[in-house]
């Protein structure tokens, strides 16, 4: 075993010591948190690439690289509950990708949150969340699993209500939270039908693994009620944990909401890693979503329906960013919509498809949330893009990295890793037997990704900026979250409320970041499908003419097509004609307003949620007090009185009766000793008398037993 | 059998009569004119070596020897009795060895290593001629013993009426040994034993029972031969008290115990319930629940916590004789468990009070008010011993009573016929409670006096008690250590 794969657990406990050691560290000490926070993140990223590294050099031999190691844990019964971890190429691609973009975040966040005064609680959650999420990554056993997942959705709510003085801050945590919850429900109940199935919760573990050829054959073959297989129905409980904390239908309400939260942390966990958790945990089990007796169909039905939420969610989140107005909140929603891609990539595709596009996407939907946490930072809180608007000429390299993240995202043709995943997505989703719906609604999303983000960039960069000074920059009631932590900014207000650029700790990492936005698309174009045959152990060639091929080539050029649709259409519609004032209509709303109203208001589901769900859980609270203060809580009450009632009853024998006995008992036997100490009356020939007396007492006494 | 033999075999009375040499030398000569507390320490460092030589000198034997037909019984149970009578003394020793009522120190650590050597003899001694010399060998001691404190009148007058008491049950007692040499021809127990048999209950017989009874009933503080110890107790330095109220007990009891089922063997009669015989059984039933009524019920109103302690020995003595009268080899165990277990309590009960009085000026209830918070350590101790007393588990008190009244049930198991004593026993001891806790209530509930300083208990003292807390809770969880001796 390589000493790698031996010391995996080195990686999630770094950040988690770091964290501990921040949180019991004084609040002042802010360079120290930044620089355990950051230096633990250096030495995960430094041994993922060990890991990395690792799974690089043994690529190509048989099969697919795997390592585990672990440990017992506890035992119950006979049974041990083993805790451990797995080296494969899986694994190592997350790992690089998480401790890779963590960094990246985390040095943002020394510049963004310089004047938060929480700054040290901050670096001691980040911390946490990345050691959680890091262990969710190398874990080798649904528990162990479980326990770190469930530790990001805890890190996620404190890092959503982070400005837990702001209600709406407040609230979106505990959305995100109980949201994320009924989904976790379903993932446990899978966790345990696994168990209570197979005897073991470890993935791999030499064919005794859950997901090994012997437990998934034995799933296969045995029925449930539904007449489903066990493994399809243990795998679409766990893929309810997946919906619940990727966003998915219809469980994606909590993640625009997230927004809230600092924006290095919208990027490190509502873009790049937490989000992603849920279609990494797809791709974990992949073998058993997928698993099918042997001649069946290999679309099982756990795989349809991950096909279908996927797609279903890529059209609907993407249509929703076409009508928001918030930036944050447009990123969130392509966040969900593009998180949609990549369950129908695992859907139809397999696990090197949805993962590539996982990977790529982190890379650029971070970059495009740092980018626009600095251009909220450069215009002094400001998040409606609607205020404001050539920030170009203000803030160049925010500008250019924000194209390159952008242009990734809508996937424009050949340069930008989006395309080449999402490429590889809508081929696949073409190939699906089953159906061609998602591939069409797949095509919709992408010129819908493209529309709306051309939209933003409009709003944002191009036309004159359309606020001034500090007075609007407070009166939207979205920028008032500030108001304690951040009266000045790193750029230093000029006083004439004029946008400006960030400093270059905010900087670097977005040049970094979309360095990396452009160059990962070609580890996996179809002319070199490298990530493909990396994540399946199979080695992968240079094969120019796969390019041409016809299928391919006629997919690329229609997907190319709807992108430039997409584009064309959002700079025909905001690019050219910019809006003159911030509060002017949008022009989707002149020409349909029913519809932009519809898509404005998020189809109405958190209204509809409200409506039912919440309502109806209201009215159960209601029902349940009703029951609690008058049916049990009368119930209890005549037992109090019943008890008091008897207690007095209790209290009267024991006083006049018991008490009364006992104590006449006792006063006799002290004044028998206060009687019998008064013949110790202190004179030695009373004493001497006794002994006379007592002779001749005894001797009669015994006289009298000998006559008898 | 020449003398060497003999001094061979009273090699630890003999090495112990040396040390009472040294200590008044050691004090007369070399520490004339030094301070009271370092004479106290010097002479007590000597009686503890001399002490503890002579606890060497009993391992030298093994195995039963009897070369002068009685004066001199060495055997591993008497032996063993010696070593815990010497453990007893230097514990003693110890709790004086900070007490400042006397300037003279030599005298009264050799008038304590005396009493011993008189404890000693007694023990090893089937002799009644032997028995009587050393019992008043002891007795004379521990008369002057009570009357160290000059400057307290109490405790000469104490020690006058202890000294009245002691000389006339003496008398008794010697009248009766007469009588019992005039009726078998013997002084020697089992002897006697042999004459008297067959000869039925003689009045004389029954005389002669009654005044042994009387001479050790004094011994044992059993009622109605008690009325010295609440005014020797109270009296008496505390210390003294404490020797008096445990190793003065341990030898009595074993001795009293040795007489009357030797030399009284076939003279027992019967006390069981509704089934009275002649004998000294029936006497020693009577002193019995006598010393266990009078000495509970007086005790609850002692307002002087050494005549509690007085008062509570009476009540002891009490259930002891429950051992002796169940005459059997497991009631004779119990009766040497409970003995040595209540000789190591109390002797650290007296400690406490001796450190309390030094530091308060008296020894009333109200004195201990609040000692928790004034003296933490000493307070505990103090739990531990009066706890035991009281016979709460798991303390050697606890065990001591469940293996005395167990033997004594068991004694005549098939008609329960000591039941009726064994009950009243336990409803004694149900009383006792309540003084014990009156005495914690003041130690652990009520506050001391505004200002009230914190105690400074003398170390060794400490050191002392602490050592005789740990033994009584080790012997009540583990009373195995001196079962399996005796």
Redesign the interface.
């Known amino acids: 075993m390589t000493w790698i794969a031996q010391n995996l657990w080195l990686i999630p406990v770094l950040p988690l010591a770091a964290s501990g050691v921040i949180a019991v560290n004084k609040q002042r000490q802010h360079k120290l948190a930044a620089t355990l926070a950051i230096g633990s993140m250096v030495l995960a990223f430094l041994l993922s690439l060990c890991a990395f590294s690792a799974t690089l050099i043994h690529h190509g031999e048989s099969g697919v690289f795997r390592e585990v190691a672990g440990f017992n844990w506890l035992q119950f019964g006979g049974q041990w509950l083993q805790l451990g971890w797995v080296l494969d190429p899986l694994t190592a691609i997350m790992l690089v990708m998480v401790s890779f973009v963590s960094l990246l975040i985390f040095i943002f966040s020394v510049g963004y949150m310089a004047h938060d005064e929480n700054f040290t609680r901050f670096f001691c959650f980040m911390s946490l969340f990345a050691a959680a999420m890091l262990g969710v990554v190398i874990a080798n056993n649904l528990l162990l699993f479980f326990v770190c997942w469930e530790i990001v959705g805890l890190t996620s709510y404190l890092l959503i209500g982070f400005w837990y003085h702001k209600p709406s801050a407040a609230a979106a945590a505990k959305k995100a939270f109980i949201t994320t919850r009924i989904g976790d429900l379903g993932l446990l109940l899978g966790m345990v039908w696994l168990y209570a199935e197979t005897g073991t919760l470890n993935f791999y573990a030499d064919g005794h693994g859950c997901l090994e050829s012997s437990a998934l054959t034995a799933m296969v073959t045995h029925m449930t009620a539904a007449g489903m297989a066990v493994s399809t129905a243990i795998g679409l409980l766990i893929f309810l944990g997946a919906v619940g904390k990727s966003g998915q239908l219809p469980l994606h309400v909590w993640l625009p909401d997230a927004m809230e939260g600092p924006t290095p942390v919208s990027a490190l966990i509502h873009a790049a890693t937490m989000v992603a958790a849920g279609v990494f945990l797809v791709a974990r089990v992949y073998p058993l979503m997928s698993a099918h007796p042997e001649g069946a169909a290999a679309e099982t039905a756990a795989l349809q329906v991950v096909t279908w939420v996927g797609a279903l969610t890529a059209i609907f989140a993407a249509s929703v960013a076409v009508a928001q107005t918030d930036i944050k909140r447009i990123l969130a929603y392509s966040t969900v919509s593009q998180l949609g891609y990549m369950m129908l990539g695992l859907g139809v595709g397999g696990v090197a498809v949805g993962m590539f596009h996982l990977i790529t996407h982190a890379f650029f939907k971070a970059l495009l949330f740092l980018g626009s946490g600095s251009v909220i930072h450069g215009c002094h809180e400001e998040q409606d893009v609607r205020k404001m608007g050539g920030l170009k000429k203000f803030m160049p390299v925010t500008f250019a990295t924000y194209a390159i993240g952008m242009l990734a995202l809508a996937g424009f043709p050949l340069f930008f890793s989006g395309f080449w995943s999402k490429d590889e997505i809508l081929h696949a989703a073409h190939g699906w037997p089953v159906s061609h719906i998602p591939f069409f609604l797949g095509c919709a999303g992408a010129l819908l990704t493209a529309f709306y983000m051309t939209r933003q960039v409009a709003l944002v960069f191009f036309g004159e900026y359309r606020s001034s000074g500090r007075q609007s920059a407070h009166s939207s009631s979205k920028t008032d979250k500030h108001e304690k932590s951040a009266p000045t900014h790193v750029g230093g207000y000029d006083g004439k409320g004029e946008p400006h650029e960030s400093p270059a700790v905010m900087i670097v990492p977005l040049v970094i970041l979309a360095v990396f936005a452009i160059l990962l698309g070609f580890v996996g174009t179809p002319a070199w499908p490298w990530f493909d045959g990396f994540l399946n152990g199979e080695p992968a060639g240079f094969n120019f003419s796969k390019l041409t091929e016809s299928g391919t080539l006629g997919l690329m050029l229609a997907s190319a097509g709807f992108v430039f649709t997409g584009l064309g259409l959002g700079w025909w519609l905001y690019g050219k004609r910019q809006r003159k004032t911030a509060e002017e209509p949008d022009v989707l709303q002149v020409a349909q307003p029913a519809v932009f109203r519809l898509l404005e208001n998020k189809y109405f589901v958190d209204e509809i949620y409200d409506a039912t769900g919440v309502r109806f859980n209201a009215w159960a609270a209601q029902a349940c007090d009703f029951l609690d203060r008058w049916i049990w809580g009368g119930v209890v009450m005549l037992v109090t009185w019943v008890t008091l009632g008897l207690s007095s009853l209790y209290r009267f024998t024991d006083e006049f009766v018991v008490d009364l006995g006992f104590d006449t008992g006792c006063e006799t036997l002290r004044e028998g000793g206060g009687e019998m100490s008064r013949w110790q009356n202190g004179r030695v020939q009373t004493y001497l008398r006794v002994i006379g007396v007592a002779l001749v007492v005894l001797v009669l006494f015994l006289i009298w037993g000998r006559k008898t | 059998m020449n003398y060497l033999q003999v001094l061979q075999l009273a090699a630890p009375e003999a090495a112990l009569a040396i040390t009472v040499l040294m200590v008044l030398a050691v004090d007369l000569i070399a520490l004339r004119g030094k301070s009271v507390a370092r004479r106290f320490g010097t002479g007590a460092m000597v009686s503890i070596v001399g002490c503890l030589m002579a606890a060497v000198f009993t391992f030298t034997h093994y195995g039963t020897t009897d070369p002068l037909h009685g004066l001199l019984v060495v055997d591993p149970l008497t032996n063993f009795l010696k070593v815990v009578l010497l453990i007893l003394t230097i514990f003693t020793v110890l709790i004086s060895a900070s007490g400042k009522f006397t300037e003279h120190v030599g005298e009264y650590l050799a008038l304590v290593l005396l009493a011993t050597i008189g404890l000693m003899f007694l023990v090893s001694a089937e002799d009644i001629l032997m028995i009587f010399i050393s019992l008043e060998l002891a007795s004379l001691s521990l008369y002057i013993l009570t009357a160290f404190n000059k400057h307290n009148a109490k405790s000469s007058e104490a020690a006058?009426?202890y000294f009245?008491?002691g000389g006339?049950?003496a008398a008794?007692l010697l009248f009766g040994l007469s009588l019992l040499y005039g009726l078998s021809g013997s002084t020697n127990l089992s002897q006697i034993a042999a004459g008297l048999a067959g000869r039925g209950?003689d009045?004389l017989l029954?005389?002669a029972?009654?005044?042994t009874?009387?001479g050790f009933g004094f011994k044992v503080a059993a009622v109605?031969?008690h009325?010295?110890a609440?005014?020797a107790y109270e009296g008496a330095p505390t210390p003294s008290a404490a020797f008096i109220a445990s190793g003065s007990k341990v030898a009595s009891f074993y001795i009293l115990a040795k007489i009357l089922t030797m030399g009284f063997a076939g003279a027992e009669?019967s006390a069981v319930w509704q089934g009275?015989?002649?004998?000294w059984t029936?006497?020693i039933t009577?002193v019995a629940a006598l010393s266990m009524v009078?000495g509970?019920?007086?005790?609850?109103?002692?307002s002087s916590v050494k005549r509690l302690l007085a008062y509570s020995a009476i009540a002891h003595a009490g259930y002891m004789l429950l051992g002796v009268l169940a005459n059997t080899p497991s009631s004779r165990s119990a009766l040497l468990f409970y003995v040595i277990t209540y000789a190591l309590t109390v002797l650290g009960a007296f400690g406490v009070v001796t450190v309390v009085e030094a530091a308060t000026g008296g020894d009333a209830i109200s004195n201990f008010a609040g000692l928790s918070r004034r003296a933490p350590g000493l307070s505990l101790c103090l739990l531990v011993f009066l706890l035991s007393l009281a016979g709460i588990p798991p303390l050697a008190g606890f065990i001591g009573k469940f293996f005395l009244f167990s033997a004594a049930v068991g004694a005549d198991a098939e008609h329960l016929g000591l039941l009726w004593l064994v009950v009243l026993a336990i409803v004694m001891s149900a009383?006792s409670f309540y003084y014990y806790l009156q005495v914690l209530k003041q130690a652990w509930v009520l506050d001391a006096a505004e200002n009230a300083p914190a105690i400074k208990v003398p170390p060794v003292t400490m050191v002392a008690l602490v050592l005789l807390a740990v033994l009584v809770i080790l012997l009540g969880c583990a009373p195995g250590l001196l079962t399996r001796h005796l």
């Open positions: 006058l009426k009245l008491f006339m049950s008794f209950l009045p029954l005389v029972i009654v005044t009874v009387i109605p031969f009325l010295w609440p005014d009669g009275y015989v002649s004998g029936p006497v009577v009078l509970n019920l007086t005790a609850i109103v002692q009383v």
